[in-house]
């Protein structure tokens, strides 16, 4: 049977279509993602939530004159096959293939690009505002101007960027339209008041066409007094919030409130919709949705179904359902542990150590690891929300009272909070222990959330040390010694699996500002810092295989670094390779340079021609991929260092290393 989504190759083809068909349209969208993201994986639940949301919205709008903003951005993949991506989403999460997120090269359909939350509502104001500002010039005021909604997640909406567009939004009277897609879920089930207050507000929908209808019969009232209902009717109506506060909150900020609606309803979003463009102002149309609609073990299994199935991994559906679980091969050797289980593990362990020790997540409970915290101590766990701000000014308090906090915040997600890191944490001093997940090419989220820059943003600042386990086993060792130091202190860590050595019995502090020598060798000295020790060994033992036995050494601490190693290395060697997983500019192999420089260090200048080659990330921004193909793009490999190296010191190495 011919589906009327494969008639759909853009937006407004929706036009010409009844309610009836648009929510056929709706179902199809989601059937189409369940059996395709259910085969290559990628973001799955918050999708199957937001399909009618995407039919309604298009269908009547024009865009991209009319402009739909997607907070996120994993809650887009509907928008992305309505508007003409329908037969490429196979392609989504892979390398060369379409984006995970927004993204504005990708279509003109596409406003805004977003990996991080709350953002949708601050460029809708400029957006709109802007649309406004250029009538005005040309003086076509009175013309039809283009329609701005942003679709924003209730989980969203703990990030206080959200709020303080959402203020600016009510003060100027900008005619914007928010979908607050109302589902009870960021990847985890959401937390705090405002979560309360959304529980408070979405079971009763009735109160709100209740409301409306009294309003409405008010204002008809005969002999006159219509008229005078809707002369006093401010103060009327702010007497009648006191009996049904659901829209008090937006109402307060100056913003119409419509809701609650059914989100998976396409009529009743149609019209909501219609009536709050029609209103030239701010307007919230607040959606009920449930995430991972239409899958039965996402929908039917509660709070921790629809987190489960957040994302869903490649093959994990088939025929509509999970698919069966492989038995496990009894003679398969065991994966090594991720550093995410590692880092949780040893959370638990430090704090029954130290009862000082707290950990501090940003809505990313499990994806830090910090669930594990959660369940097993959970007076020494705190979630605050999508508010990464709030989460570093929370640890600072705690620091005040002489409490060890650690904040488990991704790389990516911790440039949200970089004032605070500057002003309230290494400006004061304060125990706090930042310990970032996902640091280095993250994989198929891209550019969004690659952690890449965190090396040089913190490198600069006064006070904190910066430092990085080149295994599991050294990040046990690490945040034991983190935990324990008297000041800021940043830890940087991969995403996935370890390197497969044993973890130690028992934790051991670090010196601080010590490097570790692990391979001796003439001429050339690899000094790598993080999973760039891992690999500068490769690389050593492909110029090993070649006749070339080079030195490398662990460096663990981009600041302070250790001058004493450095000198030791410059003595010997004629090269330095300073290998990282971070950008070059400001990052580990420049804070090198600089040290050298600085104390007198010869490897710039050096009458054997002494050198320091950087290997690193480019000042580029690395499109998504899985992380081995994006290694192999931007050199970041043992092959492609070791051909470096050969180049650099006239030397041939046969094999893949020469082809790198």
């Known amino acids: 049977m011919t589906r009327l989504l494969d008639r759909i190759d853009r937006p407004q083809d929706l036009h010409a279509l009844s309610e009836e068909e648009l929510q056929q349209v709706a179902q ?36 991209p004159r009319d402009k739909v903003l997607w907070d996120v951005g994993h809650q887009a993949y509907p928008h992305k096959i309505l508007t003409g991506r329908r037969d490429q989403l196979p392609t989504i ?18 406003i805004m690009g977003a990996g991080h939350a709350s953002t949708s509502i601050g460029y809708g104001v400029g957006l709109s505002e802007a649309e406004r500002l250029k009538a005005k010039t040309a003086g076509t005021e009175d013309a039809d101007p283009p329609k701005v909604v942003a679709v924003i997640g209730d989980g969203s909406m703990t990030g206080g960027v959200a709020f303080e567009a959402a203020h600016q939004a009510g003060g100027l009277g900008t005619p914007l339209v928010v979908i607050l897609n109302d589902n009870g879920m960021s990847i985890s089930p959401n937390v705090g008041a405002l979560s309360r207050y959304f529980q408070r507000v979405r079971p009763n929908p009735k109160l709100w066409h209740g409301r409306e209808r009294v309003e409405e019969a008010l204002t008809d009232l005969p002999a006159g007094l219509g008229g005078l209902v809707e002369r006093v ?20 900020l100056d913003w119409a409130y419509v809701g609650v609606v059914d989100g ?34 996402a929908e039917d299994g509660g709070l921790e179904g629809m987190e489960q199935w957040h ?18 091969d009894p003679d398969a050797p065991a994966k090594p542990p991720t550093y995410t289980q ?41 979630d605050v929300g999508i508010a990464e701000q709030q989460a570093l000014l929370f640890a600072s308090g705690l620091a005040l009272e002489g409490l060890k906090p650690v904040a488990a915040i991704y790389s990516t997600f911790l440039q949200r909070a970089y004032d605070q890191i500057v002003h309230d944490i290494c400006l004061q001093e304060l125990d706090v222990v930042l310990a970032m997940d996902r640091a280095g090419l993250v994989g198929d989220d891209g550019p969004t959330h690659h952690g890449v820059f965190d090396i040089a943003y913190l490198r600069a600042l006064p006070n904190i040390v910066v430092a990085a386990p080149r295994d599991e086993a050294q990040l046990v060792h690490m945040l034991h010694t983190a935990i324990a130091h008297d000041g800021p202190f940043a830890v940087r860590y991969p995403r996935g699996e370890g390197t497969g050595v044993p973890l130690p019995p028992a934790a051991s502090r670090i010196p601080v500002g010590t490097g570790e020598l692990l391979r001796r060798g003439e001429r050339v000295a690899i000094l790598g810092y993080g999973s760039g020790v891992g690999v500068g060994l490769e690389a050593a033992a492909i110029l090993s295989d070649a006749g070339h036995e080079v030195t490398v050494a662990d460096a663990r ?95 041939t190495v046969r094999g893949a290393a020469a082809r790198a």
């Not at 040893?346 to 499990?366: C, K, L, P, Q």
């Not at 601490?557 to 290998?579: C, I, M, N, Q, Y």
């Open 28 to 63: 199809e969208v989601r059937e189409h993602i369940i059996d395709t993201v259910g085969e290559i994986g990628g973001h799955f639940g918050a999708n199957l939530g937001t399909c009618e949301i995407a039919v309604a919205v298009h269908s009547l709008i024009d865009s």
């Open 93 to 110: 999460r892979k390398y060369r293939g379409l984006a995970p997120f927004c993204s504005i090269p990708e279509s003109e359909h596409d």
């Open 233 to 252: 009717g401010p103060p009327l109506k702010g007497s009648m919030k006191l009996l049904n506060a659901q829209g008090e909150l937006w109402e307060s």
């Open 264 to 297: 998976h309803d396409v009529h009743a979003l149609r019209l909501a919709l219609s009536k709050a463009f029609a209103a030239n102002r701010p307007v919230v149309v607040h959606v009920k949705t449930v995430k991972g609609k239409g899958f039965a073990p």
């Open 311 to 328: 994302a869903a991994k490649p093959n994990s559906i088939v025929g509509g359902a999970p698919a069966p679980k492989a038995p496990a």
């Open 342 to 382: 590692v880092f949780g593990e040893r959370m638990i362990e430090e704090v029954r150590a130290d009862r000082r020790v707290v950990g501090i997540t940003a809505a990313m409970n499990s994806g830090t690891g910090l669930n594990l915290l959660q369940v097993a101590e959970p007076d020494h766990y705190f």
């Open 557 to 651: 601490f981009a600041k302070p670094l250790d001058l004493g190693l450095l000198r030791e290395l410059a003595s010997s060697h004629d090269l330095l390779v300073t290998v990282e997983e971070g950008v070059l500019a400001g990052g580990f192999g420049a804070g090198v340079w600089e040290a050298c420089e600085q104390h007198g260090i010869d490897w710039a200048t050096g009458a054997n021609g002494h050198r320091i080659l950087r290997v690193g990330l480019p000042d580029a921004y690395v499109t998504h991929g899985k992380p081995a193909e994006l290694h192999a793009e931007v050199g970041f490999t043992g092959e492609a260092v070791a051909a470096r190296i050969a180049t650099a010191i006239g030397a």
